[in-house]
């Protein structure tokens, strides 16, 4: 079981938004920089969202980040086909003091 | 462009060692800090052990910690991961991972390394 939680599949249509939960603590996510991160089977993580809610350089608008209290969000609007993927959620941890990841969520484009 | 290249898996019996490296090339290797990740077969992305640039700060997973020893050679523009006591929860492909300068966080990954931990 993973220190951030989030839920196991979602999905949307194309044209859709949908939205990505990460659940935490007052020891990560309350006090620190989220992070997310899309990855497509085969091929290497590719970060998304850094500082919470900054997209690295070359990241469509299409992916924005957000974060409140012990929770954060992805939110993927105008969704295409080449979305279908699993997202994972990270931060930092400080009663644990490194790094964890989010269980991941697959993400299905009906 | 950047290039890690990991090496160093394979079949290992439980209670075995192994050491992982990890070759890098295409960007200055002394000034990114790096990680392992891990994926075991069918789960999600886990977190191993994370070092500094010039090896002062080094972090490991509870999972690994007093089994697993994160390493590099700046000269060798090279980083390691030892791993002994090796249980069958081990069992899974390590990635070696670069730090962006910006974002300070994981950016470039290698191909991965299977570890298969089986008696």
């Known amino acids: 079981q993973s220190v951030l939680t989030q839920p196991p599949s979602t999905s949307g249509t194309p044209g859709q938004r949908v939205t990505i939960s990460c659940s935490g603590s007052?020891?990560?996510?309350?006090?620190?920089?989220v992070y997310w991160f899309q990855h497509l089977p085969g091929t290497a993580p590719k970060l998304l969202i850094y500082?919470?809610?900054q997209r690295p350089s070359g990241v469509p608008d299409r992916f924005s980040g957000s974060k409140s209290g012990t929770s954060a969000s992805l939110a993927i609007s105008g969704l295409r086909s080449e979305d279908e993927a699993d997202y994972y959620c990270?931060?930092?941890?400080?009663?644990?003091?490194?790094?964890?990841f989010g269980g991941g969520t697959k993400l299905t484009v009906l | 462009e950047v290039q890690l290249v990991e090496s160093g898996g394979g079949l290992v019996q439980p209670g075995g060692s192994l050491r992982l490296s990890c070759v890098a090339s295409?960007?200055?290797?002394?000034?990114?800090?790096m990680n392992w990740v891990r994926q075991a077969p069918g789960r999600g992305l886990e977190w191993v052990s994370y070092?500094?640039?010039?090896?002062?700060?080094?972090y490991y997973a509870d999972s690994v910690k007093g089994r697993f020893t994160i390493s590099r050679d700046n000269a060798k523009n090279s980083l390691y991961l030892q791993m002994n006591s090796l249980r069958v929860e081990d069992t899974a492909v390590y990635y070696c991972?670069?730090?962006?300068?910006?974002?300070?966080?994981?950016?470039?990954w290698g191909q991965g390394a299977l570890v298969t931990v089986s008696s």
């Open positions: 991972v670069r730090d962006g300068t910006l974002t300070e966080w994981p950016e470039d």
């Open positions: 295409g960007f200055t290797f002394s000034s990114h800090s």
């Open positions: 070092i500094s640039a010039s090896s002062s700060a080094i």
């Open positions: 007052s020891s990560n996510i309350a006090k620190n920089y």
């Open positions: 500082n919470s809610d």
């Open positions: 990270a931060a930092w941890d400080d009663n644990l003091s490194g790094r964890v």
